[in-house]
């Protein structure tokens, strides 16, 4: 019999998220989809229930086309979707911008781009509010599968944060009246290669991780003003890791995966708690965290997953009893882990291998598993109702169910391309392609 995850520990991780959000809101913030990796940064929708299968002709209750490029994942909270894009206006201008050493396969900014946040009607479709923010050349270039706004937004159903990279960080509410905005200056990303770290919202507090070339950072903002609380420098270079946010003992604390060191930060000082080395460079996936265990992966010059207890954890942890198992192939790069239940999923680099192992003892029973016709998968796996649900960048996604053995449910395709993770919110999942918006649901009745 497998041991479920404690009931109190989803309790506990609820009224948590009750008092990160607006508590004035008479919505369930764990039946929303209010950050990149959903309500518990897992990736797994605790509330959810959507579809099994679909296609351009079923179960797709609107598709909406949107200007622009953007990889940003969709974010949910009440009646509204919130998505990011950059759209190219006006005429072309030459670039100028600097070409970075290692450059290959980027894209170029050849005109002013709109920099929008835009609200969606979640049961029609329709566009509620678009609000621009700025207009203005990138700085720099961007991989040729990536965009200009790859930073997914989050939401606490009373403010929207936006970050558009060096383009800027926005706060909104949920009319888009622009309540701050800030500039933290100008990325140099290794080999041109675009931005995508997105910001963490915890209670008050906006967490922004700014690895790059140059003067690396991590700073806290408040989130009603965009004053900055803290700043801390970071011994890092280029990464796209979004930090997540855990509590340990009722201390809060941001944890951010880097080439050189795993760090755990101080939510309230930004004192460094604990650090653990081991992962490769190029660090893209987002690390996931559930009782007391945080999980941090890498797939670049080599394959690293590790699995490091916050009980007891302060000061180097590398090698110490502190890093309770860890993996040594088959990690993740593009896509992150998925933690679903008491088991950790994760893809091989962004191929479609799926790993199913146990997240408190690091054991694989059976796998890993190919996921038939899935290849080249930058969206991270995400699972409700017991299902897991891989998107790859050709339009198709398998349903596998959760079992110890996972069985394929449905192979499902849509004409698009996706790069952007899902969102699943009540009986829907929300997908963000290159050009449309899709809501996959059942008929209402």
Not at 13 to 23: H, P, V
Not at 393 to 409: F, I, Q, W, Y
Not at 411 to 417: A, F, G, H, K, S
Request: hydrophobic share 40%; proline share 7%; with cysteine.
């Amino acid at each position: 019999m497998l041991k479920r995850l404690n009931p109190r520990w989803i309790v506990a991780l609820g009224l948590c998220w009750l008092g990160s959000f607006a508590l004035g809101q008479a919505v369930d913030p764990l039946g929303q989809w209010g950050q990149w990796r959903g309500p518990l940064a897992t990736g797994a929708a605790p509330r959810a229930n959507p579809p099994v299968e679909w296609s351009e002709t079923k179960n797709v209750r609107w598709k909406t086309k949107l200007p622009g490029l953007g990889h940003s994942s969709p974010v949910v909270w009440g009646g509204l979707v919130y998505v990011t894009t950059a759209e190219q206006v006006g005429p072309r201008k030459p670039f100028t911008g600097p070409v970075p050493e290692g450059a290959h396969n980027n894209m170029d900014p050849e005109s002013d781009y709109q920099f929008a946040v835009m609200a969606i009607d979640r049961q029609t479709g329709g566009v509620t509010w678009r609000r621009t923010v700025a207009t203005r050349q990138p700085h720099e270039s961007t991989h040729e599968s990536a965009t200009w706004a790859s930073n997914s937004p989050v939401t606490d159903g009373e403010h929207v944060i936006a970050f558009f990279g060096s383009n800027g960080l926005y706060c909104l509410d949920t009319t888009g009246r622009l309540a701050w905005w800030k500039d933290l200056g100008d990325m140099r990303v290794k080999h041109g290669h675009g931005e995508g770290a997105s910001p963490a919202l915890h209670g008050e507090t906006v967490v922004v991780n700014w690895d790059h070339e140059g003067a690396s950072f991590i700073v806290a903002l408040a989130k009603r003003t965009g004053e900055e609380r803290w700043r801390q420098p970071r011994d890092e270079v280029t990464s796209w890791a979004t930090p997540i946010v855990v509590e340990q003992r009722g201390q809060a604390q941001v944890v951010v995966s880097g080439t050189k060191r795993v760090r755990g930060y101080d939510l309230e000082t930004g004192r460094v708690i604990w650090e653990a080395g081991g992962l490769p460079g190029n660090i893209v996936a987002s690390p996931v965290a559930a009782n007391g265990v945080v999980f941090a992966a890498g797939s670049y010059e080599k394959q690293t997953l590790l699995a490091i207890r916050l009980e007891g954890a302060k000061g180097e942890l590398s090698g110490s009893k502190q890093i309770v198992w860890r993996k040594n192939r088959s990690t993740p790069y593009v896509p992150s882990p998925l933690l679903h239940g008491d088991w950790l999923y994760y893809l091989r680099h962004y191929q479609g291998v799926l790993s199913r192992v146990n997240a408190t003892s690091g054991d694989e029973p059976s796998g890993p598993f190919r996921l038939g016709p899935l290849f080249n998968i930058y969206a991270s796996p995400v699972a409700a109702a017991g299902r897991i649900y891989v998107t790859d960048r050709n339009g198709k996604t398998v349903v596998l169910s959760s079992d110890a053995e996972p069985r394929a449910l449905a192979l499902n395709e849509l004409d698009e391309r996706f790069s952007a993770s899902a969102a699943l919110a009540g009986d829907a999942m929300f997908l963000r392609g290159e050009k449309f918006l899709y809501c996959i649901g059942e008929p209402d009745n």
